[in-house]
């Protein structure tokens, strides 16, 4: 399985238009998960920001949201962000662009948020721009920071590393509460939040 833990000026460059870090001035780091909600995963994830009085964003699937409504609530009423994630975790690349756009905006329908971010980061220039065009405000949250926690090859611990050792103030980092990361996610987030408190930076949502 190949992925880049950290992204490249590259892919920033090409995705100019698409947001990959925010502004460091803040001293605030920005935990994101996607993939839920998930009845395991979620509530802890909510537990264990709710410790180190942090908030962070969701960007759920559509079909998750509408199994689990009360999970997506609650996510609401702790002040954490939420952004759409398609309807059914499509990956761009293989889909075409008036499919996905519309299970786009499918999820939108359980998913008030401009936010949306592409499953597997795979979204085509053109499939940005029409989706722009059919959600007007829609804002392409990416990241700068991958936990990789969703690799069953990898440790929890190495998930903390790939974290630790990458992100800074402004980082978007990339975490998944789903039941493929869980053994990882599990391990890494308390490790993670803790070490943000050590180095005095905050915990905050992708504003809207």
Known sequence: MFYLTSTPGILKALYSSCTWQLSPARQAVYLTFDDGPHPQATPFV???LKKYDAKATFFCIGKNVMEHPGIYQQLLEEGHTVGNH????????K????????NILEAGKYIDSPLFRPPYGRITPFQVRQLKKRMPGARIIMWDVLSADF???????????HVVFRAKPGSIV??????????RLSYALPRVLEFCKKQKWK????PL
């Open 95 to 102: 889909t075409r662009t008036g499919t996905y756009i519309d």
């Open 151 to 161: 690799d069953t090859a990898l440790t929890g611990e190495a998930c903390v590393q």
């Open 174 to 183: 990339v975490f998944h509460d789903s039941a493929k990361a869980w053994d």
């Open 46 to 48: 909510m537990e264990q």
């Open 203 to 206: 915990v905050e949502g992708i």
């Open 86 to 93: 398609t309807h059914n975790h499509l990956n761009g690349w």
